[in-house]
């Protein structure tokens, strides 16, 4: 919001000497962010006087229509200045800068010949003052508002200080100059002079020539006012001082009755509305809409209602969505004679329905989402009433309302209970004081020792119930630099648990891993599309996403099923980039629908739901595994001065992810796979028991292709939550007796897996057998056959193995492996 | 014969002094003080010596045969010296030629930081909590105090799942984990809770629809807003240096009350750091935790930010788009 402090001043007195510095940091104090500063009419230097213009030629012939206009500068003598703008007339009085004079952003003012004549000066846009955004046409002060001569720095209140400040949303009452000034007043601990105590004392002379307007709730407000004016001169021009307060808080001047209303409720913070009563046929009722209403709105759109919306109805029609914005049919327009002034407090759940549904957020409808003062209508109409009879003239004919403001209310606090949440010894007499400074009034103390205060918060304050809210106010008033610092170590806590999760410990030891053998690490969007995860290959499960409601891109609208979906195109973004040896990875969450998509309840608040919801809660929210993909798009050994370098290909991609099922305290084995996003015959499988856990190897040349990844682009992935923590080992005792070594050379077809011969041997070499090696693989023995060389290595832990039981075990070994997979010695 | 001994001596000395490398030495020594030595015929023809001579004779004999063998044995160390000093000169290498050989990689800042943090508070004792990424909104804002049509919730642009009636969303902070972590232990309970978190704004220079953030929460008897003050404090000299110096400011947040902002003088300016306050009365009762008994703070950093402060990466994009050159310069475990 907006604040120019000329107006605050109005309310708040500042101490002499005070900088805007200063100011801006009394608010921050109380929690009031200033996010600029504007300092105006500082910028403008030289002479700026009201001018009259006496006479207008309209200069013929030129691209854009210009004005040659004579004024009464008051110097005794006319002046003639060129002008662009068309919207003001003889006699009118205007803003002129005088040759010599700089205006903002240094532009300089000089007597010059153009359009064939002499332009002695300028007339003036609030733009070119540096005073406003409003550059549509020239400054036309209002009759009466300045004499012809005078300074018009002062005619425009231009020097000033603009605060702008962002406003919490538990602070309603703070988006006015009423709010910000006792704000500002408490903070500098200065007078705060309330504008609503001599509202409340003034009495309006009513003219009971006709009945006023009646109105009634029917729903979504807790107080409605509603103030009957005739004989209204709605084309009555606003008064300067009014125009100018109103587009120093950032809004536009429009029309006096409209001026009027956004004035008082930037002054008091409650939105008001002004009907043209002629238009409001017999009463008007606070209800909700029926799905076949519509409403043309001021903003010039026609809007279909939905039954949530609160609107603002006559016997016949819809007039306004209430606390939003007003409806084109009782616009009050320059031929108004009748004005129904309408104040109120809708409750905010229905502006904010109504905002939301109709997607139009108002200066009304920001105030009423955050509260407005139920017991504030009555006077602010009344002021507005004030101001419009005082601009318009006309007579006030009576009010109508319904509905009622809020009683005051009494808590009790302890002033102990403040201290020991904020950790700080405030005394009572300056917990009273921070009570006052904000509008409370203390109405009682209790009998504990004085410590016991009966407080009463005034009637914008609903967010002052409980003792923290209390407690807010106290810190904030006597400044949270006050509080000390202290360092609470946790205490032995109920329920005694690891340093670091076993997931925790994981990602860490794999991060480490795998960026020590030349990985970077990236953590990705986890957005992704249908489209790309069906050009990627994956199908079933593995393809059931979670869709966005309100993707922030239609190209990205559902979540990842595969760390690889995200992973992927980051591959291909540094490969793009001409970034070498690219090998990336990312731990994070993959979503699968596999289940559809559960509703997830919204229990009860403020107590505890029971034990069944809160299960029920969490067994809705899907799983979410955690999973770790690798790319390698280059080499994993560089080139150098010792030689050649290495491409990673589809065995590093199963090593790395066999390596990472081990780091993770699990063995894995190793089976063929085929399976997306990966080529089919260059895919592995790896699986801990009966589960795969990971897959690796050489991706499709299609996706390679896709992505414009380089030819033979490897990946893995594994699913850390898949694995189990490692079971205990059990190391055995180190024999001390010598190895038995033997070599088996075996003959297998093309397709017999490495693997399904290591295991058969295994099994067939008996428990002797302490480790085995394939040391040699040849695929050219002829026949579609490959050659596997096998070191077995036996050892007995109690006596030297003898030839005899050694090539037993290795025949046992070979007759197990000829039997599982057709192997036979090579001779 | 003690002119010959004297003789075979001076012979055999010098030709043990002039042998230049171990292979003439060993020449040396076979034909000097081996079998068929000068030295070793005297010491044969000993025995048939006239024994008044044979004890002169043989005293000179060994005095000889002893200096020699020592000679040698001098000998015999300098020259292999030289020979091992020889061979190693000549296997010696450019320690200094570039030797990696494996790509250099790195771990993304944002893990080096959140591992940082977690360290810190388990220092003070807490443990670090996740939760899922994908949430029930009433985790993520009902029982956060924020409820339906609330402006709060409206502060939070949100990312919701389709259908809207499954009450799902991408957590707009990593509060929800706060919520679990009370529902589920009793107090005392002392936390962090790191994670992604998600916002629906566009990428820009320092904006990310997705972001994480660190969350801190104690639950305890007497936990007040200094604690949550000087928790702070500690927490900004860890990350940023011992000169940071820390401010709370009023705010509001609906989860607690009293809520601040904390804000770090770091490099001669205030920069807002994170949101932090006293858990809302109405949170700790959702989630069954007596507040006559208990109360607590909570705090939350965005880490990217914290990261941009004090690495001074001016682009947000730079952390989120996994370029492989930003990693690698913070490699395996710079800060």
Redesign the interface.
């Known amino acids: 919001m907006l604040v120019p402090l000329s107006w605050l001043a109005e309310h708040v007195k500042i101490p002499h000497g005070t900088t805007p510095e200063s100011i801006a940091e009394a608010f921050?104090?109380?929690?009031f962010?200033v996010e600029a500063v504007h300092i105006t009419g500082a910028d403008i230097e030289g002479s700026l006087v009201v001018g009259r213009v006496l006479e207008i030629e309209e200069l013929e012939g030129h691209k854009k229509p210009i004005r040659f206009v004579t004024l009464d500068c008051g110097e005794g003598k006319e002046r003639g200045v060129i002008c662009g703008a068309r919207n003001f007339e003889k006699n009118d009085l205007v803003v002129v800068a005088m040759p010599g004079s700089i205006l903002p952003g240094d532009f300089k003012i000089a007597s010059r010949m153009t359009y064939d004549r002499l332009s002695d000066g300028m007339i003036c846009s609030m733009r070119e003052l540096g005073l406003g955004d409003d550059h549509s046409g020239i400054v036309v002060l209002p009759e009466g508002s300045a004499q012809v001569g005078d300074d018009a720095r002062e005619a425009l209140q231009a020097s000033d200080i603009i605060f702008d400040i962002a406003i919490?949303?538990?602070?309603g009452y703070a988006l006015s100059i009423r709010g910000l000034a006792r704000e500002l007043a408490g903070s500098l601990r200065t007078t705060f002079s309330d504008p609503v105590e001599r509202i409340r004392s003034l009495e309006l002379e009513t003219k009971r020539s006709v009945p006023p307007t009646q109105v009634k709730i029917d729903d979504g407000a807790e107080r409605i006012y509603l103030r009957s004016v005739v004989d209204v001169r709605a084309h009555a021009q606003t008064p300067l001082y009014i125009r100018r307060r109103i587009e120093k808080s950032g809004m536009r001047s429009i029309s006096a009755a409209v001026d009027v209303t956004n004035y008082v409720m930037l002054e008091l913070g409650q939105p008001i509305h002004a009907f043209d009563r002629s238009k409001i046929a017999g009463t008007l009722v606070v209800r909700k809409a029926s799905p076949s209403e519509t409403l043309k709105t001021l903003d010039g759109t026609e809007r279909k209602l939905v039954a949530e919306n609160l609107v603002i109805a006559d016997d016949q029609k819809v007039l306004a969505l209430a606390g939003t914005m007003g409806g084109e049919n009782s616009e009050v327009s320059e031929a108004t004679v009748e004005i129904a002034i309408e104040a109120a407090h809708f409750e905010?759940?229905a502006v904010?329905?109504n905002a939301?549904s109709q997607n139009l957020s108002t200066e009304a409808s920001r105030r009423f989402?955050?509260y407005v003062d139920p017991n504030l209508a009555e006077i602010a109409s009344k002021r507005a009433v004030e101001l419009l009879l005082e601009i318009t003239g006309g007579s006030y004919i009576g009010s109508s309302d319904a509905g009622a403001g809020v009683n005051d209310v009494e808590i009790e606090v302890k002033a102990s209970a403040i201290n020991?949440?904020?950790?700080?010894d405030y005394s009572i007499s300056e917990i009273e004081e921070a009570f006052h400074l904000v509008g409370c009034k203390v109405v009682g103390k209790g009998e504990e020792k004085g410590e016991l205060l009966k407080v009463t918060p005034p009637s914008w304050r609903p967010d002052l119930r409980?003792?923290?809210?209390f407690?807010?106010e106290v810190?904030?008033i006597h400044s949270?630099?006050r509080?000390?610092?202290?360092?609470?170590?946790?205490?032995?806590?109920?329920?005694p648990?690891d340093?670091?999760?076993l997931?925790?410990r994981r990602r860490?030891s794999v991060?480490?891993f795998?960026?020590?053998?030349?990985?970077?690490?990236?953590?990705?969007?986890?957005f992704s599309s249908d489209e790309f995860i069906k050009q990627l290959g994956f199908t079933g499960d593995r393809a059931k996403t979670?869709?966005?409601?309100?993707?922030?891109s239609d190209e990205f609208p559902v979540?990842r099923t595969h760390i690889l979906q995200s992973l992927l195109p980051?591959a291909a973004?540094?490969i793009n980039?001409g970034?070498?040896?690219?090998?990336?990875f990312?731990i994070?969450?993959v979503?699968r629908a596999i289940d559809g998509?559960?509703?997830?309840?919204?229990?009860t608040?403020?107590?505890?739901?029971d034990q069944k919801s809160?299960s029920d809660?969490?067994a809705?929210?899907?799983?979410?595994p955690m999973m770790i993909a690798g790319v390698i798009a280059?080499?994993?050994?560089?080139a150098?001065?010792?030689g050649k370098g290495r491409q990673g290909d589809w065995s590093d991609a199963i090593s790395f992810a066999m390596e990472i099922v081990e780091l993770c305290g699990s063995s894995g084995e190793v089976r063929r796979s085929d399976f997306a996003p990966w080529h089919p015959g260059r895919c592995a499988e790896i699986r801990v028991g009966e589960r795969a856990v990971a897959h690796a190897g050489e991706l499709h040349p299609r996706v390679v292709e896709l992505l414009g990844l380089p030819e033979r682009s490897v990946a893995f992935a594994v699913l850390l939550d898949a694995l189990a923590q490692s079971p205990v080992i059990h190391p055995g005792e180190l024999s001390t007796m010598p190895p038995a070594i033997q070599d088996v050379a075996l003959v297998v077809d093309g397709d017999v897996s490495a693997e399904s011969v290591r295991l058969a041997l295994i099994e067939g070499a008996g428990e002797l057998l302490e480790s085995i090696e394939l040391f040699d693989r040849y695929d050219k023995v002829g026949e579609g056959k490959i050659s596997l060389a096998f070191t077995l290595t036996f050892r007995a832990p109690d006596r030297t193995l003898t030839v005899e039981e050694v090539n037993e075990f290795r025949l046992k070994a070979t007759e197990l492996a000829k039997e599982r997979t057709g192997a036979q010695l090579r001779s | 014969m003690k002119a010959e001994i004297d003789g075979a001596q001076i012979e055999a000395t010098q030709a043990l002094t002039l042998a230049g490398d171990l292979e003439s030495l060993k020449l040396a020594r076979i034909s000097h003080l081996g079998d068929r030595s000068t030295i070793a015929r005297i010491s044969q023809s000993l025995g048939s010596l006239d024994p008044s001579l044979k004890a002169p004779i043989g005293k000179a004999l060994g005095e000889a045969r002893n200096q020699l063998n020592e000679l040698f044995e001098k000998r015999l160390a300098e020259l292999t010296l030289k020979r091992d000093q020889e061979v190693i000169e000549s296997e010696r290498v450019d320690v200094t030629l570039p030797l990696r050989r494996t790509p250099k990689g790195g771990i993304h800042p944002l893990t080096l930081i959140d591992q940082e943090i977690a360290d810190i508070f388990i220092g003070l004792g807490y443990r670090v909590m996740e939760g899922p990424e994908l949430e029930a909104a009433w985790l993520n804002f009902d029982a956060l105090n924020i409820p339906a049509d609330h402006p709060a919730r409206t502060m939070q642009d949100t990312f919701f799942l389709e259908p809207l009636e499954s009450n799902l969303v991408l957590r707009t902070h990593t509060s929800p984990t706060q919520i679990r972590t009370m529902l589920t232990q009793e107090p005392p309970i002392y936390v962090i809770c790191p994670g992604r978190t998600f916002r629906s704004d566009e990428l820009d220079a320092t904006h990310t629809p997705v972001f994480s953030q660190v969350e801190g929460l104690v639950v305890d008897q007497g936990i007040s807003m200094a604690d949550l003050k000087g928790t702070l404090d500690y927490f900004a000299k860890k990350i940023f240096g011992d000169e940071v110096v820390s401010r709370l400011r009023p705010s509001y947040f609906p989860f607690t009350e009293p809520s601040a902002e904390v804000d770090i003088f770091f490099n001669g300016r205030w920069i807002e750091w994170g949101g932090c306050g006293m858990v809302n009365p109405n949170v700790l009762e959702t989630c069954g935790i007596d507040t006559e008994k208990y109360s607590g703070f909570a705090f939350g950093m965005g880490l990217e930010r914290t990261l941009m402060v004090r690495h001074q990466v001016a682009d947000i994009r730079a952390i989120v788009e996994g370029d492989v050159r930003f990693s690698r310069k913070f490699g395996m475990g710079g800060r």
Request: contains cysteine; hydrophobic residues 35%; aromatic residues 8%.
């Open positions: 921050v104090q109380v929690g962010e919490n949303p538990d602070r905010p759940i904010a329905k939301r989402e955050r020991s949440l904020i950790g700080c409980r003792n923290s809210d407690a807010e810190a904030r949270y630099d509080i000390p610092l202290t360092l609470p170590f946790a205490r032995a806590s109920g329920k648990s340093v670091l999760t997931r925790q860490r991060t480490a795998l960026a020590s053998r030349g990985f970077s690490e990236t953590q990705n969007y986890p979670f869709r966005l409601a309100n993707p922030l979540l980051t973004r540094n980039r970034n070498n040896g690219v090998a990336i990312e994070g969450s979503f998509v559960a509703s997830t309840e919204i229990l608040t403020g107590k505890r739901p809160i809660l969490f809705s929210v899907p799983t979410q280059g080499s994993v050994e560089l150098g001065w010792w």
